[in-house]
């Protein structure tokens, strides 16, 4: 998908207005619109990068910025010592549905294992 039609990259830019949780120049923080907790912040990279089968190993280190944004997050959210989780889903499979790097934020209820 071209950046220029990415829903992710609108919010980015500023051209979906919302309210950001955090903002700096690797990431954005939003709240999810359809949230499946009762906690559910997605941490969202400003590059257009598909998937995190697509970010080269040069770029890695934007994971351990994007795990740092959702623990500082999760504390704000007075999730901690409850507890939270950190997903980032890759692909058909892994239930990815938007195009665009993202890490997402869940807590407020116990989370299962497996994952659904
Ligand atoms: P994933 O399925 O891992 O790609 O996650 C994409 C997430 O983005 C889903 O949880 C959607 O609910 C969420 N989402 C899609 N559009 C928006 C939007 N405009 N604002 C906030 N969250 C969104």
Redesign the pocket.
Known sequence: MPAQDC?FCK?VAGE?K?ERLFDDDQVIA?R???PQAPVHI?VISREHIESLIRLPSEKAPILGHMSAVGNELARHEGLWPKGYRLVI?AGPDG????PHL?L?LLGGRPMRWPPG
């Not at 239930?95 to 938007?98: K, L, M, R, T, Y």
């Open positions: 829903i919010i979906i919302g939003i999810d619109i359809n997605l889903n239930g990815q549905s938007v993202h997402h």
